[in-house]
């Protein structure tokens, strides 16, 4: 299982970024959850639109585990 990440910057200041977690997934195969993050790439204009997603991230999720992450701030990328 896989739940899709996308992260996203203020256009001209690329210090200042979130990051997006579907709220659809998990996904069963790492291809799935790559074609989420390309869709929700494509559609962040819509919600923010002075922001432009910079990277995606499929991360594989542990058995048992479907969502969230327990942080504070920004996803730490491993």
């Not at 977690?21 to 919600?47: M, N």
Request: aromatic share 14%; with cysteine.
């Amino acid at each position: 299982m896989f739940k899709a990440l996308v992260t996203i910057c203020v256009i001209g200041i690329p210090n200042n970024c979130q990051v997006l977690e579907d709220q659809y997934g998990p996904y069963e195969t790492e291809f799935d959850c790559k074609q989420r993050a390309l869709a929700i790439s494509r559609q962040v204009y819509r919600a923010y639109p002075l922001w432009k997603p910079t990277q995606y991230k499929c991360k594989k999720l542990s058995v048992g585990r479907l969502k969230g992450e327990n942080y504070s701030g920004r996803y730490k990328w491993e």
